[in-house]
């Protein structure tokens, strides 16, 4: 490529960057305003600014409390996810059968499975033993999303070879000592790509929360949602609260993206 087509494209990256920032301009700079100032002009930067909305918006929403159940939530639902279906997934790559084989089509078509057509009899049957709370909700994410997980992980060990296993076999080491040394560090590329799908999808779920936990364990997505419903014309305080939903998954970013490029780039170089 020459050097002009290499400027264009800088220019056209520069441009789909400002136009992608946008959005969060304006919802910041809007934080910080008075209704009086969002009103006058949404594009201006807040003069005079006031600090007051994130107080109130932070009190309204129980910040503390909901971003401490969704982190539960997700850490839970994502490690056991990570843990049963690497595991699965190792034990039906590892048996070449029909049965191991009948398995995985299973995993496979319960992807297929929308989860509009289940809610009503899960929820019902979570209900009569009275599991309806988060920790029901993380063993509902284990059954919905390891189909997904373990078709990933089963595509990445059949690229592995089984002589690594006969070679740690032949050491001495157990299947558990095989598969928890020697063959999940081998996954940690994939694992990455597990964990970040799952992380994005359990942390902005709306709609199996709100039908599985009581108010006292309400996520930051469903204290959103009320409290949209409660400050939906005063965008000041509505525009603070969207900001303080945000901040958990950019700090997320910050401390995970080492882990989030090494692992796209080892798959990619894989």
Known sequence: MDKKGRTGLGI???LLGILWLFPFYLIVTNSFKTPKGIFASVLSLPHPSTGDNYVNSFKA??????LTNSVIITVCSVLLLILCSSMAAYALQRNHSKLSGGILMLFISA???PFQSVMIPLTANFGAVHFLNM?????????????????LYQGTLSSIPIAMDESAEIEGASRWQIFSKVIFPMLSPITVTVAILNIIAIWNDYLLPSLVLPQAQYTIPLQMFNFFGEYTKQWHLALAGITLSIIPVIIFYLFAQKWIIKGVTDGAVK
Do not use: A
């Open 111 to 113: 992807m297929l499975i």
């Open 61 to 66: 929403l129980n910040f503390i409390g909901s």
């Open 135 to 151: 920790w029901g909700l993380v063993v509902m994410y284990l059954g919905f999303d390891c189909s997904l997980s373990v078709f």
């Open 12 to 14: 056209l990256g520069i």
